[in-house]
């Protein structure tokens, strides 16, 4: 068989894309703009530590070594794991590094013969349309230009890189206004450790985002600057970031990464009985919440500190949005090194910054946007085409428009894998390269167009359903099995896993249960 497949980023989405197309004898070719694998893991905030336990974040087929004994490893560890699956599995000579994407073009059929189709490809096979993709790209080295054709494309980009969010604001009321320095997360992070200690050191920082890098980036500067310059976290939102994984002493896993805890979440496409099943489910699915909630207001003193979030734990957690909190943040909270304030928008003056609504400046030498970053736009601009790119992001009341969170049914002989959250994308991500390796393979084949855009279109009800107002993050929040099952049921593997009734109704399902087919 010699069928090229590019595959664009050499995370661990790309990685794994790398070594289940080859397991089925394809050429991968994979782009990575870094010198190095790892993705967002090539360069994290020291304090960054791994936000999944350590048993759900991993590879099925390749265990954490035995010298990373803790949980939650942190941004080293979990770099060097995952540069030790791309050595082992001898991937790294299909990778070329410091080359960047600059565009794809599909060469094949014209936009208005794809338009006309009934089937992804013209016959609902990955290479069916006889097209083929023309990928561009720059060396960042020598600056020089190259052109690959390739069957098919995997994009492995994810969405929390490179191109960063930055609020908008009004004239003359944005970062220009500001004497002192203003920079992204991403920025501080690309930062060796010591670098970005004196960077903060002496200033008064002020950083906005509530998220797990705002968190890391506060208790970083609390530690260079203590009491004599408190951090001010500006937020938006206040979620519940969890102190850690037993609330109560109950296992959250089992709360949420069970059959039984799916059984009380109205799934896409549920048939009479299970969606009244989960109706009648409805009190104790709002009790597992609160339980949870619980846990979190009394270990953190969020009442104290006025940090309640408005909305339930099953939104947070269905919107992909749960972080661990860092270790003694609160504390420092309490001892006046880090300073919470609530802002619904906020704006420059020469000297700080003004929070809607307030008259009293905040005085600040240094502001650190931790606003996240414009993945949907990345994804974007890959595409040369104006209609692809506008397929690929679909209409603005709804999620992006992916079938299993992989294909857009409009695009042939394309995949997207990382770009859809999970609360363990190592996990997810490798499920999904199976079943495109598989799709690619032949094992099965995809519906009709029109039956995907259906089944794109429930999973989107579900999103507005549970997500609440954090919808249009793509992300299977509280639904790991039910989705995995769907991916089992068209790779013909079996999806129930466990050995035995309670087992399979009551245990959470990891990355190990789905080490063979």
């Given at each position: ?200 050191k002496g200033k008064r920082v002020i950083v906005v985002g509530f998220q797990k890098s705002a968190l890391d980036i506060a208790v970083e500067c609390s530690a260079a600057n203590g009491k004599e310059n408190p951090c001010t976290v500006l937020y938006r939102t206040a979620h519940w970031n969890v102190p850690d994984y037993l609330p109560w002493g109950f296992s959250l896993a089992h709360m949420y990464l069970s059959r039984f805890s799916e059984l009380m979440v109205h799934k896409p496409g549920d048939g009479l009985l299970l ?243």
């Open positions: 068989m010699d069928r090229k497949v590019a595959i664009i980023g050499a995370g661990i989405s790309g990685l794994l894309a790398c070594k289940y197309t080859l397991s089925k004898g394809f050429h991968p070719i994979v782009f990575e703009s870094q010198s190095t694998v790892g993705g967002v893991w090539t360069k994290t905030v020291e304090t960054t530590k791994l936000q999944t336990p350590k048993p759900v974040y991993q590879f099925s087929d390749f265990p954490w070594p035995e010298s990373v004994s803790e949980d939650f490893p942190d941004g080293q560890k979990v770099f060097d794991y995952v540069n030790g699956y791309a050595k082992h599995f001898d991937l790294v000579k299909h990778i070329k590094f410091n080359t960047k994407v600059v565009g794809i073009e599909f060469e094949g059929p014209k936009d208005e013969e794809i338009q006309a189709w009934s089937l992804w490809g013209c016959n609902g096979e990955p290479f069916g349309s006889k097209g083929k993709w023309k990928v561009v790209v720059e060396d960042l080295v020598t600056l020089s230009t190259e052109i690959y054709n390739v069957d098919f494309v995997i994009v492995c980009v994810g969405r929390f890189s490179d191109l960063p969010n930055i609020p908008e604001f009004s004239p003359k009321k944005g970062p220009e206004a500001f004497d002192g320095k203003v920079i992204h997360s991403m920025e501080y992070a690309a930062m060796d450790h010591k670098q970005a200690a004196e960077f903060v969606s009244l099943l989960a109706t009648i489910l409805t009190p104790l699915r709002y009790a597992y919440s609160k339980f949870v909630e619980s846990d979190i207001k009394k270990k953190l003193r969020l009442e104290k500190h006025g940090m309640v979030p408005t909305h339930s734990f099953l939104k947070e957690i269905s919107s992909c949005l749960i972080s661990t909190v860092p270790e003694k943040f609160y504390d420092k909270v309490e001892n006046g090194e880090i300073k919470l304030k609530k802002a619904p928008s906020f704006s420059f003056c020469n000297n700080g910054v003004f929070v809607e609504g307030e008259t009293s400046l905040i005085e600040a030498d240094l502001v650190i946007l931790a606003t996240g970053f414009k993945g949907e736009e990345k994804l974007k601009h890959i595409f040369m085409s104006q209609t692809f790119q506008d397929y690929i992001t679909g209409s603005p009341d709804a999620a992006l428009p992916l079938y299993r969170e992989c294909i857009q049914p409009r695009i042939p002989q394309l995949a997207v894998i990382g770009f859809s959250e999970s609360i363990s994308n190592i996990f997810t991500s490798e499920m999904r390269c199976r079943w495109v390796a598989e799709l690619l393979d032949g094992t099965f084949k995809l519906p009709s167009i029109k039956d995907m855009e259906k089944n794109i279109k429930e999973w989107d009800e579900y999103l507005k359903q549970y997500s609440g107002g954090y919808y249009r993050r793509k992300c299977i929040g509280a639904l790991h099995i039910w989705y995995n099952d769907q991916l089992c049921k068209d790779m013909a593997w079996k999806p129930r896993r466990k050995k035995g009734f309670f087992a399979e109704l009551f245990e959470p399902y990891g990355p190990m249960d789905y080490v063979s087919n």
